[in-house]
DNA sequence: GCTAACGTTTACGTTAACGTAAAGCGAGCC
DNA sequence: GGCTCGCTTTACGTTAACGTAAACGTTAGC
């Protein structure tokens, strides 16, 4: 009775084609500190922690942030809480990142919301179109 | 009893002192097409339309946006209808942009519950450490 | 034993979004 | 008239995030 952990392993090409990305990127994430994989003598192997941090990588992309600042949040994720001064500043930098995502939300919602006015119009000036076609035609 | 249009004009250091970013940053700008200022012999004038879209050109870049891609979207706001091909691939970029936007409010959903899971488990190490020294101290 | 398929390192190239420096112009002031 | 301030153009430099190419290793199949 061997140890039945799941074992999910990945390799580069797997992970890359599974996230629509090169392999060039994710060994570029990894030069950036953002992945460590193990080894099977030179190949990467991926294990499913590293598959959790190439979503969050995926995420942190698609809401603008930079390799840099995407980092630091994974950072926040695995940090082993030894000194308080640390968790302290912890905390602030959670602070510091959940306001800027309420930004960000209340920028998505002013637009989405132009958006919607210049579809209402732009739908509005459609229907008169096809109106005057029918009219015409 | 001239025209009293609110006549608000700005210079380019005005601009850019409200806005926090550098004159370069707004000729550049310019250079993409992005603004399109008025001129009194060299110097550039700009109109509160120019003001506008300097605040839309802002929010898409917190929004993580390139600048062809608020470029598009700055489009998108002064277009004028005249053909209807035009107005429904217009629909349907705006289309695109909703799903873009919308996704990114998913995401951000996710991180921020996330980050407060963090901040829980955070704040309760603290409140840990804190009465350890208390009993200890 | 050859050739794909997949992986590796090394290194130079590219694009976006500015920064920075040089050199010059026009208005106001002392 | 000289100086400073604010603005201008031109142009080269920089950083991030990869792309692309070269040259090589190793397992699988025929």
């Known amino acids: 009775m061997a140890l039945d952990q799941t074992q999910t ?60 600042e995407i980092r630091e949040m994974i950072d926040l994720y695995d940090l082993d809480p030894t000194e308080v001064s640390q968790l302290k500043m912890f905390i602030d930098k959670l602070q510091a990142r959940r306001e800027q995502l309420r930004r960000q939300q209340d920028d998505i919602i002013e637009t989405l919301a132009e958006l919607d006015q210049l579809e209402d119009q732009s739908r509005g000036l459609l229907a008169d179109r096809e109106a005057r076609r029918k009219a015409v035609g």
Chains 1, 2 share one sequence.
């Open 9 to 68: 392993t990945y390799g580069i090409a797997e992970l890359a084609r599974e996230f629509g990305i090169t392999t060039r990127a994710i060994r570029f994430y990894e030069d950036k500190g953002l992945l460590s994989p193990a080894r099977d003598g030179q190949r990467r192997i991926y294990a499913s922690r590293d598959h959790v941090r190439l979503r969050l990588i995926m995420r942190g992309k698609r809401l603008g942030f930079s390799l840099d």
